[in-house]
């Protein structure tokens, strides 16, 4: 019995020898070909594609901007979408900043003037009272020019120079009069062009206050739908109670007429993306109805649309071929199928039949007693389908799992079901 066992163990030990020697096509032919999912290599025409999705806008609009020149305060806002006609009110301000700035405006420029007048009285008071300082010190020098003694054979050498220093100072007096008369002519007259410039100021800060009293509405200037501005997340620019500023847009009234489509592409599939490339657009919610296009432009750039995600892509705006306006509208989301390549003729399999180990990719092909392990060289590649540039050839049946792994068990679906 012993014996027996031993033979029969070392029988065994034999057999596992063998079958770990043996090859995933040897295995293969083991558990039979008819286990393994297969797929034909082919050629064909191969068609990569992107899905981007983005919305639609009017190539040409007439933007609604916020007039004045100061910043101003929402108070009503019309809807987004919605039709008008010429003057109707689409946007209106909050009255406040605007009256505020317009008194405060009002009192700078009273200030303004105010000042005005008192340097031109503090200039003209001082003006006239160099002008006398002035006045006098000539005529003191005159005087003394005409009657001063300067015979030396009557008056005594001392009363000489003491002439002569009095002249001297009056000289010196009358000169420095002069010259402050001089400074403070031009200091008054740079103190004055200060005042004016506050005065300017003041009535300029009136002047745009009034212009946005006057300007406390927008009308449309023609008819129209009305689409309101979005931020590059998203956000409505004009909503109630926001402040905006100068020239900001915050609406537009397109032509219907003419539209086209801006979406964006993920930067990782953007390989290829180009201008004039054909593509397909699809209206959210009417799947049924697609539009053809191409590529008018991309972005050299690729940028994040969420400041929260590094995920960066391409903008792309695509030109329509033609306009619904039954279906279309300015804002409407869109889906785009962006054709990037169409080669004719290209030997393709399913993605699931390429593996790769260590950087070196390869198939499974089929034999007749079951499959060998075959190096490729693949091209391009979709979502479905991979080009093999080398290694196959037409017709060649390629396995799409490993083969020399058994399939997974499949779970008992029956099990714990109610009533079993």
Do not use: C
């Not at 008054?188 to 009136?206: D, F, N, P, V, Y």
């Not at 657009?281 to 049924?288: A, H, N, P």
Request: net charge neutral; charged share 30%.
């Amino acid at each position: 019995m012993k014996a027996r066992m031993k033979r029969i163990t070392l029988l065994g030990v034999v057999l596992l020898g063998g079958f770990a020697t043996l090859s995933a096509t040897r295995l293969t032919a083991l558990f039979g070909p008819e286990t393994v999912a297969t797929a034909l290599a082919e050629r064909s025409v191969f068609v990569r594609n992107v899905v981007a999705y983005g919305s639609l806008e009017a190539v040409e609009a007439t933007p609604i901007l916020v007039p004045g020149q100061t910043a101003q305060t929402i108070a009503f806002v019309i809807s987004d979408g919605t039709p008008v006609e010429e003057g109707d009110v689409v946007v209106r301000f909050d009255p406040y900043e605007a009256q505020r700035a317009a008194a405060d405006g009002r009192d700078d420029l009273a200030t303004a003037r105010s000042k005005l007048g008192r340097v031109d009285a503090e200039s003209e008071s001082g003006r006239e009272s160099n002008e006398l300082d002035e006045s006098v010190a000539r005529e003191q020098l005159a005087r003394v020019r005409d009657i001063a003694p300067e015979d030396e054979g009557i008056f005594s050498r001392n009363e000489l120079v003491e002439v002569r220093i009095d002249r001297a100072q009056l000289e010196k007096r009358a000169a420095a009069a002069t010259r402050k008369l001089n400074v403070s002519g031009r200091l008054s007259a740079a103190t004055r062009h200060l005042a004016q410039i506050e005065e300017s100021r003041a009535e300029m800060m009136l002047r745009h206050s009034n212009e946005g009293l006057s300007s406390l509405e927008i009308t449309a200037p023609h008819a129209g739908l009305v689409i309101l501005s979005r931020g590059w997340q998203g956000d409505l620019a004009a909503v109630v109670g926001a402040s905006v500023w100068p020239h900001q847009k915050l609406a537009e009234i397109p032509d219907l007429t003419r539209l086209r489509a801006r979406v964006h592409v993920l930067e990782s599939d953007a390989a290829g993306l180009q201008t004039d490339l054909k593509a397909q657009v699809s209206l959210q919610g009417r799947m049924g109805h697609a539009f053809a296009a191409s590529v008018e432009s991309v972005e050299p750039i690729a940028k994040p649309r969420d400041r929260r995600s590094p995920v960066k892509y391409f903008e792309v705006v695509l030109g329509l071929t033609e306009t619904d306006l039954d279906l279309m509208r300015p804002g409407g989301r869109v889906r785009t199928v962006i054709e990037l390549e169409r080669t004719e003729g290209a030997l393709t399999v399913p993605r699931a039949a390429v593996f790769e180990i260590e950087g070196e990719r390869y198939v499974y092909r089929e034999l007749r007693e079951g499959f060998e392990r075959v190096p490729v060289r693949v091209g391009r590649h979709s979502l479905a389908r991979v080009v093999i540039a080398e290694g196959l050839s037409a017709g060649d049946r390629v396995a799409l799992r490993d083969p020399g792994q058994r399939p997974a068990p499949q779970p008992d679906v029956t099990r714990g079901r109610a009533g079993s």
